[in-house]
């Protein structure tokens, strides 16, 4: 019989970190002066740099200031529950030592392995460790899918070849050696047959039976779906999901892409996706030398310092009952027996935020920073069958944060809405 996995620490960890990074990051995303587009980790490709080119980059790789650590204890700060770490990346490059290819980063400079000094800092700091391994794309394995630059063509290469040498015994390494991991995160299936991603899907069950595996293994063989690169759902998705979301336009290290979102977008995005009961995963892309884009820190740390104070309406949410109407000033999350009202645009005089057709009775209202007790107001109407709930917030003031959070406990934790029929 098929065991059921411990799937509670993803459930309500809601908020992680990805980390994109190999030899793609001493790149930066340019090629012969020119900004290469669609995600500096596929550069190899974008860029049509043969595999005997892009390989010297490996004899150059000293990414000396990288600090797994460092890394981690600030993933704790920045409020992020789990990590996942590119162990090898379409190019087929492996960012961990690997005995079962000589294209690994114990044959650099560097001389080092980042997973194993990650998997110790997660287990001694307290962190989820999540691997990312690209089983169908491998740009340096002539049997790999995505190189028909120096390779055949996909359709004429021996991929079970491939998929037996390479892919299976690398994944085992990473199971056998670097004690728990909590989730296998696989990308790029393309074509993949059922056939062989299911045997993936037990190699990792037999080694590890309670590690997580993405959707993105193919043919919903994962044990929780994940959403597009970058796209949030718009309606509820009751069962266990997770959107991976860039903090610029690219995954990998980019000197030139400087377009950072701000912290307000993001902590709407995080709201977003845990009002609908998902996880974001949310990428850094470390450089050549293993430093950590400061346009990247600067936001992740106001977000941290928000999730210090509010981080009671995210972790261990569920998946919001639907709304019936939009609600102008933000958003809602739900947790046990409370309501949490994001407030990302603060009303005007009276300042009062408006939520209908709630059919439980609220108990108490209370600003969640502060504790500072609301007034507020329930009414029935009979004829319309319908529900009003209303609160009175403090007046706008200076300085506040981009989501004011409200916390309602009603008396039951049931929490249902008048839908519209
Ligand atoms: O690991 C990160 C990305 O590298 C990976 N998923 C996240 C988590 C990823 N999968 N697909 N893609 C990135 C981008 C695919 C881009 C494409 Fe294209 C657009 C493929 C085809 C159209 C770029 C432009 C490559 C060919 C044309």
New binding site residues.
Partial sequence: MKKMKDMKWFLDAHYGL?I?WGLYSLMEGVHEGKEI???A??IQ??AGIPVEEYRKLADRFNPVHFDAADIVSRAKKWGMKYIVF?AK??DGFAMYASKVSPYNIMNTPYHRDPLADLAAECKKQGLMLGI?YSQNQDWEDENGWGNELDFKKNEEKDFPKYFYEKAIPQVKELLINYGKVGLMWF??PYTMPIELCEKLRDVVNSLQPDCLINGRIGYDLGDYREMA?NEIPVLPYNKPWET?VTLNNT??YSRVDEHWKKTDEIIEKLVSVVEKGGNLLL?IGPDGLGNVPEGSIAVLDEIGAWLEKNGESIYSAVCAPRFPYENRWGKITVRGNCLYLHVFRYPDFPYEILLCNLQQRVKKVTLLETGEELTFYQSYEIARNEYRFRVILPERKEGIPCDVVVRAECETDNLSFVQLV
Wanted: avoid cysteine; glycine fraction near 10%.
């Fill in positions: 990805f994109h587009p669609y995600g980790e596929w490709k974008n590119t990346h379409v990312y990308d790029t690169d991976p995954w990998g990428n």
